[in-house]
């Protein structure tokens, strides 16, 4: 059965400072990859998706991702944290998702 | 993409009582799909629900505990059935579109005292 992992339960960094946030998936032909992101107390928005082409995905509010698939990942990077980044993100592989990371963003 | 809106946002239920949820899409769309977030917790699959078709359920989701119904293309519902505290959570309901993926509803929160 198709799993997505997300390593980091939780990650603290500083304003300012980069973010890579880690998702590993199962096998797929053709994997359909989402990361999602939740604020407390909110729904769900799409940040970014990846379904075919180029492997250097990019999504709003300054993040990005890369597809490889020869690690089977899908980390999502933004070049610089501010502080309403601070949410629940959640790597997707079609219809299952990760357990999510929580991000704490410091002064 | 397609707007989703699910009815109630929210509720506070007495044990042993079912609720059902509705969840209407501004366009027609062939598959939906059922979540549950339970607190502090990841989205776990429940069950797809095709117009036409019974639903598919997912491991450790049952018909009579979740029933749902897709009478047309626009429209679904979730039942929780016989409900208990550990029923507490998100509900979310969501369709696929090709160009965007899978788009969610603002969820219901279910609360059961």
């Known amino acids: 059965a198709q799993s997505v992992t997300q390593p980091d339960i939780h990650i603290t960094v500083s304003e300012g400072a980069s973010l890579e946030l880690r998702c590993n998936y199962s096998?797929?032909?053709?994997?359909?990859l989402f990361w999602y992101v939740q604020s407390p107390g909110q729904g769900l928005q799409l940040l970014l998706k990846y379904f075919s082409g180029d492997t250097l995905v990019q999504g709003i509010k300054g993040f990005e991702a890369e597809f490889k698939r020869s690690q089977s990942s899908f980390n999502l990077r933004k070049p610089s944290v501010h502080w309403s980044d601070a949410a629940e993100y959640f790597c997707?592989?079609?219809?299952?998702f990760g357990a999510g990371t929580r991000l704490t963003v410091k002064p | 993409s397609a707007v989703i809106s699910q009815k109630p946002s929210r509720d506070i239920c007495q044990r042993g009582t079912s609720l059902t949820i509705q969840c209407q899409v501004d366009?027609?769309?062939?598959?939906m799909f059922w979540y549950r977030q339970q607190p502090g917790q990841s989205l776990t699959l429940i069950a797809t629900a095709n117009q036409g078709s019974e639903a598919t359920y997912e491991s450790g989701f049952v018909i009579d505990k979740f029933p749902i119904s897709r009478p047309n293309l626009t429209f679904s519902t979730l039942t929780v059935s016989n409900m208990s505290p550990e029923d507490s959570s998100i509900y979310l309901c969501?369709?696929?579109?090709?160009?965007?993926?899978?788009?969610f509803g603002s969820g219901t929160r279910l609360t059961v005292v």
């Open positions: 997707a592989q079609d219809m299952r």
């Open positions: 969501t369709h696929w579109e090709p160009l965007y993926g899978y788009t």
């Open positions: 366009s027609q769309v062939t598959m």
């Open positions: 096998y797929g032909a053709t994997p359909y």
